[in-house]
Structures are given as structure tokens and as C-alpha cells.
């Protein structure tokens, strides 16, 4: 799942530490006369206008993947529109401050670096003037899980932005996969401190939607059926031993296709040994004796 997300930069100090940091990634030794470095806030976990948020954990892969990330502009992604590079991150957490969702505020704080040249000097001038401010990311998660019930958005009957027993439905963004890049975006400067996130598609993939949007169908589909034939290998295993079910319930969430199909087959077969039909009409020329127990619920 590809998504972006929209953060903010700021200018700030080149020390010997910052410098020894940054040379790690420079091919030829750079001096602090040289480069020009700024902070980037690029993603928190607060719930953003399309009702998302990342969790913490995800953040933290995040911080990993986004060192030595390229910065470009508009998620236009071509090797001349680079301008700077993230050379280290920081996970902050801001004491006494709380999201919608009761959590301690936490963001991740991205530290760039880009050259001090002549064609750099207008860009860097517009960092410094607040004009150059929103930045976005653009990176992967595993899953988008829903925050009433914790199954995948989409599969549940939960919907984003409605409420549930007093609780606002979100999607939470768990499970990082990759760091594609952060992007200054053409939007006008904020006087807000705070972040302004979006749910957008980048022009790079609004050719693919269509197949995406298939795919995630086929996949949805895909997931149902895996549920529903976990649900009925535990019921089988309830029928054939009720005390192997607290033991089975979770390594069964783990299995497969193919290891469920034979595990459900094998407690069809053993259900049918322990349960065998009983019929109420005995053979051609026999006589038997009818009292109806065995069917008395």
C-alpha cells in the first residue's frame, strides 16, 4: 500500500557532529561552508483529515528507512529534480502534548542536507523565507487496520470517520515496507506549526489505479475466504476434541491455504469416525427396534 503524507521544514545549524554525519553519505569530504542543513518534519501520529494515522512502531521503522532518502519536488521522480538527502532521523515525542486518540504526540523529525551552490541559492533562500516549508513522504505500509476491531480496513463493517460506541473509526498505517522519498510540495506556506496531511496519488501512479484497485479486490476476496476456512477448521476441531482448541486457535491464524485445507480434511475424516450416521430404516429384511433417543435434542 503506497500512500503520502504531508510534513513541514525548517532551517538549522551545521555542527562538526552534524558534519561527520553528513560526509558519511558525500562522496568527496564536505566542509560546513558547503552545505546548507534543515529539519523535516515528516509524519506523526496523529489522525490526519482522511481519518489515518501511523502507529508508533510504524514510525520507528519509518525512522530507519528514511536515512539517507532522497528530497525531490512534486514526487516528480527524476534523478535532476534531487535536491537534498536526509543523512539522519529522529523519533521525538513531545511531553504533555496528546493526539485525538489519547496517545503521547510523537513524530518523526527527518535532518537534511543539500550543497551551498549558485543553483541552489534561490531554493535555499525560500527555505530560510518560509516559503519552501511543506514537505510530503512517499513510502509503503503492510497493512491500513482498522482501530475498532483491528481487522484490515475494508473487510470490517467499520467505516472511517464515523463513531462506534464513542470512538471515531481510523485507519492505522502499521508495518513499514519501504521509503520511497520526501518531496517539497507546491503548496503555499503554512503559519501553522502543526502538520497538514493528505491522502494523494502521485502522478507516477494514477496509471496503475485501476490495477491496484483490482488487485486490492482479488486481495479482500483472498483474505475472506483464508477467515472463513480458519473459522471452520476450529469448529471442526471443536467437534473432534474441545481441549485442543485453545492450543490450535492461534498457530491456525498462521497457516495457509494448503495447511489448512489438509488439517480441515483430516478433522472431517476423524468427525466422521467419532460421529458416524445413523440411519432410522433398518436393512432390507431386517426388524429393529426404534426408539428415537439418538434424535432427541
Given at each position: 500500500m503506497k500512500i503520502i503524507k504531508d510534513g513541514s521544514a525548517s532551517g538549522s545549524e551545521c555542527t562538526p557532529q552534524e558534519l561527520q554525519a553528513i560526509n558519511a553519505f558525500a562522496k568527496a569530504q564536505l566542509s560546513a561552508e558547503e552545505v546548507y542543513t534543515f529539519r523535516v518534519l515528516l509524519c506523526d501520529n496523529e489522525v490526519d483529515r482522511d481519518f489515518e494515522r501511523f502507529s508508533v512502531s510504524t514510525l520507528r521503522e519509518l525512522s530507519e528507512l528514511f536515512v539517507g532518502a532522497t528530497g525531490i519536488c512534486d514526487h516528480d521522480w527524476?534523478?535532476?529534480?534531487?535536491?537534498?538527502?536526509?543523512?539522519?532521523?529522529?523519533?521525538?515525542?513531545?511531553?504533555?502534548?496528546?493526539?485525538?486518540?489519547?496517545?503521547?504526540?510523537?513524530?518523526l523529525k527527518g535532518f537534511a542536507y543539500m550543497?551551498?551552490?549558485?543553483?541552489?541559492?534561490?531554493?535555499?533562500?525560500?527555505?530560510?523565507?518560509?516559503?519552501?516549508?511543506?514537505?510530503?513522504?512517499?513510502?509503503?505500509?503492510?497493512?491500513?487496520?482498522?482501530?475498532?476491531?483491528?481487522?484490515?480496513?475494508?473487510?470490517?463493517?467499520?467505516?472511517?470517520?464515523?463513531?462506534?460506541?464513542?470512538?471515531?473509526?481510523c485507519a492505522v498505517l502499521t508495518g513499514a515496507v519501504d521509503a520511497y522519498e520526501w518531496s517539497f510540495v507546491a503548496?503555499?506556506?503554512?503559519?501553522?506549526?502543526?502538520?497538514?496531511?493528505?491522502?494523494?496519488?502521485?502522478?507516477?501512479?494514477?496509471?496503475?489505479?485501476?490495477?491496484?484497485?483490482?488487485?486490492?479486490?482479488?486481495?479482500?476476496?483472498?483474505?475472506?475466504?483464508?477467515?472463513?476456512?480458519?473459522?471452520?477448521?476450529?469448529?471442526?476441531?471443536?467437534v473432534c476434541d474441545e481441549k485442543m482448541h485453545p492450543a490450535l486457535e492461534k498457530s491456525v491464524s498462521a497457516m495457509d491455504e494448503p495447511e489448512l485445507i489438509k488439517l480441515r480434511d483430516a478433522f472431517e475424516e476423524a468427525s466422521q469416525k467419532?460421529?458416524?450416521?445413523?440411519?432410522?430404516?433398518?436393512g432390507?429384511?431386517?426388524?429393529?427396534?426404534f426408539s428415537g433417543e439418538e434424535y432427541i435434542i
Amino acid at each position: 500500500m503506497k500512500i503520502i503524507k504531508d510534513g513541514s521544514a525548517s532551517g538549522s545549524e551545521c555542527t562538526p557532529q552534524e558534519l561527520q554525519a553528513i560526509n558519511a553519505f558525500a562522496k568527496a569530504q564536505l566542509s560546513a561552508e558547503e552545505v546548507y542543513t534543515f529539519r523535516v518534519l515528516l509524519c506523526d501520529n496523529e489522525v490526519d483529515r482522511d481519518f489515518e494515522r501511523f502507529s508508533v512502531s510504524t514510525l520507528r521503522e519509518l525512522s530507519e528507512l528514511f536515512v539517507g532518502a532522497t528530497g525531490i519536488c512534486d514526487h516528480d521522480w527524476r534523478s535532476e529534480n534531487q535536491v537534498a538527502r536526509i543523512y539522519r532521523t529522529e523519533l521525538v515525542t513531545e511531553k504533555g502534548k496528546t493526539t485525538s486518540c489519547g496517545e503521547p504526540y510523537t513524530y518523526l523529525k527527518g535532518f537534511a542536507y543539500m550543497l551551498r551552490t549558485e543553483a541552489n541559492a534561490e531554493f535555499i533562500a525560500q527555505i530560510d523565507g518560509g516559503i519552501k516549508r511543506e514537505t510530503s513522504i512517499g513510502c509503503s505500509v503492510a497493512q491500513s487496520v482498522c482501530s475498532i476491531c483491528g481487522a484490515q480496513i475494508g473487510t470490517c463493517s467499520h467505516e472511517k470517520g464515523k463513531i462506534y460506541g464513542g470512538e471515531r473509526c481510523c485507519a492505522v498505517l502499521t508495518g513499514a515496507v519501504d521509503a520511497y522519498e520526501w518531496s517539497f510540495v507546491a503548496v503555499p506556506a503554512q503559519r501553522s506549526a502543526g502538520v497538514i496531511k493528505s491522502f494523494v496519488e502521485s502522478e507516477a501512479g494514477r496509471g496503475y489505479k485501476t490495477e491496484f484497485d483490482a488487485l486490492e479486490k482479488s486481495a479482500q476476496l483472498g483474505r475472506k475466504y483464508l477467515d472463513s476456512l480458519r473459522s471452520e477448521v476450529l469448529r471442526l476441531c471443536l467437534v473432534c476434541d474441545e481441549k485442543m482448541h485453545p492450543a490450535l486457535e492461534k498457530s491456525v491464524s498462521a497457516m495457509d491455504e494448503p495447511e489448512l485445507i489438509k488439517l480441515r480434511d483430516a478433522f472431517e475424516e476423524a468427525s466422521q469416525k467419532l460421529y458416524p450416521p445413523l440411519t432410522q430404516l433398518p436393512g432390507r429384511g431386517e426388524v429393529t427396534a426404534f426408539s428415537g433417543e439418538e434424535y432427541i435434542i
